[in-house]
């Protein structure tokens, strides 16, 4: 988590960008380019995919510090598009941005440390080294309890730039049917979950006062923003639904500490189909990226108080 | 849901074996083969793996009725890994196996779609149509609510042979840290979950009283089984937990209707692994899980009511 929050301080930057292609995002060009290279296959639009993830990278990766690629996306291309995510991966990180892989995997044991090491670390394999994914941090769903956390922060071990995301409560309107629901007077499903992560993470508080285990908290739902920021002060939380599921910079304000870190909000769809709205023809889908996330990082970091590292580091 | 349940009365056997490859697994001749010809890489591996996987799928297809690849093992190679995977669900389902693959997937809206395309549906690639991975079930996790129910069903649609399960009870010895935490006086986490699992299948009740949307619920808890299978009439159950974690056939019995009929119970290790206690050297590893297979098959039967088509079917 150390490297993301450093990334932040660098950029003045408390934004992701969402790397969830859909073929409708992708301008026609690149498509056309693609498909006669590979046909219309699920390799051809893989390699659409790529063309474009590239694209983007370079135009945003001087002011934005991290990506956070999607899973569903590329696995609805097969092994073509995973191949294609690591790709991505690999590519956002030779340009000096943080990946956050938004798995959300879950599972106990030995198949949580499978998980654990495809996306953040590596698997020897008859004494060579190999490396799956390579992503910097990974989101997971903490419904199983500590098996299925505590293989991750074995695979994580001492790199204090590794860190996880865990589901505590999610942007969408359906989010409060189990998490919402009270387990006693003053405590939600959430509130729970929120706890566990404190738990999971104490023990392995990095420089800048936060543990490895962050949150998913929705920019949907300021007022548990704020409520779970006051009662998580260890954990980092990613932040969606900013921008195309109705959150603004006024409702992730509560997600930030005075020193303006504690947070990250993520804008996948209003970046990548920022061309939609220039009047051209998609040929700068690109340039509108990095315009759409340059007017992202200025509201959201005219309604937090200024970015700077804690005192004394 | 009901080819499941079709191949399980023709096959007499409510078992399914979970495909989780690990090199510790397979047998050092089918590693050597592979490695000598792809190298000591990801690629290596999974060429091991898909050989492992077809012998053990020629072994067992005529004795059970289904497979679950656990989608982390195929991950930890990457995207040959995927590749892999892929191949794996073909072969299984061309010896007239039923799929369950093991993803415990979870997010919402289109990013919920574009997994349940990937692993139960197709994609329409400017009107040529590609099917990513071809699953037959998928597991799920429900702590997202609605949002992240509903996607699935819509591109199952109609297929009456499709499915979900979704985690309700895991066979994880802390599964209770948030699954057995009080809503109210006489009502769980768990309770709750499956309770939203009879409300996703209302109305898509197949011709066995099953539903489309079933639960996973744990061997390890037999106690919470018999509740489940009470409370949860149209739910069908996968049962992960015997065996190597500890359940046996009395544990499991609780999942059962009247019919013999209403779970399928999972083993991964102890058919994998049973080579490793014949004596020799690696080359029996199919007919040993058949053997295994078998022996699971007898022991769980001989617990449970005699399997049977529901009167009038």
Not at 94 to 108: F, H, L, P, Q, S
Not at 139 to 160: A, R, S
Not at 275 to 302: C, L, P
Request: hydrophobic fraction near 40%; charge should be negative.
């Amino acid at each position: 988590m150390e490297k993301l929050i450093r990334r932040i301080i660098e950029r003045n930057n408390p934004t992701v960008v969402g790397l969830d292609p859909t073929l409708d995002y992708i301008p026609a060009q690149v498509k056309a380019e693609a498909f006669a290279e590979y046909g219309k296959t699920l390799r051809g639009a893989a390699h659409a995919y790529l063309t474009y993830n590239k694209a983007i990278i370079d135009a945003i990766c001087d002011v934005v510090p991290a990506v956070k690629p999607q899973c569903a996306y590329y696995e609805l291309l097969g092994w073509e598009g995973m191949k294609c995510l690591a790709e991505t991966i690999s590519y956002a990180q030779e340009k000096g941005m943080y990946v956050i892989t938004d798995g959300k995997r879950n599972d106990i044991g030995s198949t949580m440390q499978a998980y654990a090491a495809a996306h953040l670390g590596e698997i020897e394999i008859e004494g060579e080294r190999c490396v799956p994914f390579g992503g910097d941090a990974l989101t997971v769903n903490g419904y199983l309890g500590t098996d299925g956390i505590k293989p991750l922060l074995e695979v994580i071990g001492d790199n204090p730039d590794k860190g996880i995301f865990v589901l505590v409560k999610t942007s969408n309107p359906s989010s409060g049917e189990l998490q919402d629901r009270k387990l006693g007077e003053n405590e939600t499903v959430y509130a729970a979950m929120g706890d566990m992560c404190e738990r999971w993470g104490a023990g392995k508080i990095g420089r800048y006062g936060y543990s490895k285990v962050g949150a998913v908290v929705g920019a949907t739902y300021p007022a548990q923003l704020s409520e779970l920021r006051a009662r998580l002060p260890h954990t980092f939380f990613l932040v969606p639904g900013y921008g195309a599921q109705g959150g603004g910079a006024k409702d992730v304000a509560g997600a930030f500490d005075q020193n303006g870190l504690g947070g990250i909000v993520n804008s996948s769809r209003a970046v990548l189909t920022a061309w939609k709205k220039t009047g051209g023809d998609g040929r700068d889908f690109a340039q509108a990226a990095r315009a759409e996330a340059i007017r992202m990082r200025d509201d959201i970091t005219s309604a937090i108080p200024p970015i700077h590292s804690p005192a004394g580091i």
